[in-house]
């Protein structure tokens, strides 16, 4: 079963993304980490209600969401989880009104499964604008960028971003009334 996750979920979300960050899988979460983004996070229970798995959905932009934190627990691995928790990302996606689902990550061939393309990470402006500018690994990073387009959700871009990061220019109001 697939629940949103609560407040009693995240020791566990954490011991499971560090099993993975350990032997370099992905990168480590704290427990700060984890309690500001819980809203983002869903956990796959087992029968006896054990939590095996997790996954985050961030809205990035009006038409970019991202997949992050997906994680499965070693024992549980290669049962269909990862796909179960990746289908509630593409729901909540839908959900949201947002068409593209994004993923930073070394699973290139899981990813293909469930209909996910590679790109190139500059074709995704706004995620290394909002994020890669802030990550350790970000002049070095190796993971692939790839991206889910849900064909059926209506375009919807939203304001027009600075193309590059280092094009940043923060928006100002052009009349400031008191
Ligand atoms: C990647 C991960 C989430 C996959 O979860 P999982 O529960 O093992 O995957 P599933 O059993 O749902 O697999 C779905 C499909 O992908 C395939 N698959 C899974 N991992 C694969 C891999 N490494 N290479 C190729 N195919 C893979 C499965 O065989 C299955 O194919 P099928 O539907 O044809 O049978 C899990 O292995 C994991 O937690 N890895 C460590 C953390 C990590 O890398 N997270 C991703 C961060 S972006």
């Known amino acids: 079963m697939i629940r949103p996750a609560t407040i009693k979920d995240v020791p566990r979300i954490q011991e499971i993304i560090n099993s993975h960050a350990e032997l370099g899988r992905m990168l480590f979460k704290s427990l700060a980490q984890l309690f500001e983004d819980l809203r983002d996070f869903a956990v796959f229970e087992d029968e006896d209600g054990r939590v095996m798995g997790c996954t985050a959905v961030t809205i990035i932009w009006a038409d970019l969401a991202e997949v992050r934190s997906l994680a499965v627990d070693?024992?549980?691995r290669g049962r269909g989880v990862g796909r179960q928790l990746v289908e509630w990302c593409v729901d909540e996606a839908r959900?949201?009104?947002i068409r593209k689902l994004m993923s930073l990550t070394y699973e290139q061939r899981?990813?293909?499964k469930l209909g996910f393309e590679v790109v190139q990470k500059e074709s995704l402006p706004l995620k290394v604008w909002s994020d890669c500018v802030k990550c350790p690994k970000n002049d070095a990073c190796d993971e692939i960028a790839m991206v889910l387009e849900l064909e059926d959700v209506p375009m919807n871009t939203g304001p027009i971003a600075q193309p590059t990061?280092?094009?940043v220019s923060i928006p100002v109001l052009e009349h400031f009334e008191d």
């Open 74 to 76: 070693e024992a549980y």
């Open 95 to 97: 959900r949201l009104g």
């Open 110 to 112: 899981f990813f293909e």
């Open 165 to 167: 990061p280092r094009g």
